[in-house]
T-cell receptor, first 113, second 114 residues
Framework: DQQVKQNSPSLSVQEGRISILNCDYT??????FLWYKKYPAEGPTFLIS?????DKNEDGRFTVFLNKSAKHLSLHIVPSQPGDSAVYFC????????????FGAGTILRVKS | ETGVTQTPRHLVMGMTNKKSLKCEQH?????MYWYKQSAKKPLELMFV???????ENNSVPSRFSPECPNSSHLFLHLHTLQPEDSALYLC?????????????FGPGTRLTVT
């Protein structure tokens, strides 16, 4: 039973436009959420995170939004660049999990130039 | 470069072979992890070590045997694997304190079992 779900296996966006990647979770105890980015032949790298006490966190072109009532978070990339083409993983955790993360299956983002 | 290295990067082994994967982190972290990533599936947590002690074994078959001799090194010993064990094996590390959620990943070992 997947606690973190990324229902879109892939997304294709034109360069300069907005990319929106979505993630849903089922465990209401999750209180911290992260996005990781993965290029082929590399490990995932941390991108941005958000605590459950916030509903938005912004870092440059990347913004994560959290809707706790809907158990939904999204990652917005504006403007999208070809170098953003990668697999994006959503992950979640809570104090009960300690330092363990639960990952989604990932969304492949392709940014076309 | 994330400060976490893994060797080898690629490994092909037969079902009767014994091999080991190595992970080393240079970040001063005290928690280390092994994950398995199969195509189109979430990263599956296999093992967690905190301060060299195993604190999590996520129902991993005994043909996978982890070893953590110190906080900087983590090994995954493999023996009599099955073709379905072919996957990308990722090592990660993090601080061991509560609330330190960010994990830093190595590049992974692509394992093929023939």
């Amino acid at each position: 039973d997947q606690q973190v779900k990324q229902n879109s296996p892939s997304l294709s966006v034109q360069e300069g436009r907005i990319s929106i990647l979505n993630c849903d979770y089922t465990n209401s105890m999750f209180d911290y959420f992260l996005w990781y980015k993965k290029y082929p032949a590399e490990g995932p790298t941390f991108l941005i995170s958000i605590s459950s006490i916030k509903d938005k966190n912004e870092d440059g072109r990347f913004t994560v939004f959290l809707n706790k009532s809907a158990k939904h978070l999204s990652l917005h990339i504006v403007p999208s660049q070809p170098g953003d083409s990668a697999v994006y993983f959503c992950a979640a955790s809570d104090m009960e999990y300690g330092n363990k993360l639960v990952f989604g299956a990932g969304t492949i983002l392709r940014v076309k130039s | 470069e994330t400060g976490v290295t893994q060797t080898p990067r690629h490994l092909v082994m037969g079902m009767t072979n014994k091999k080991s994967l190595k992970c080393e982190q240079h970040l001063g972290h005290n928690a280390m992890y092994w994950y398995k990533q199969s195509a189109k599936k979430p990263l599956e947590l296999m093992f967690v070590y905190n301060f060299k002690e195993q604190t999590e074994n996520n129902s991993v078959p005994s043909r996978f045997s982890p070893e953590c001799p110190n906080s900087s090194h983590l090994f995954l010993h493999l023996h009599t694997l099955q073709p379905e064990d072919s996957a990308l094996y990722l090592c990660a590390s993090s601080p061991s304190r509560l609330g330190a959620y960010e994990q830093y990943f190595g590049p992974g070992t692509r394992l093929t079992v023939t």
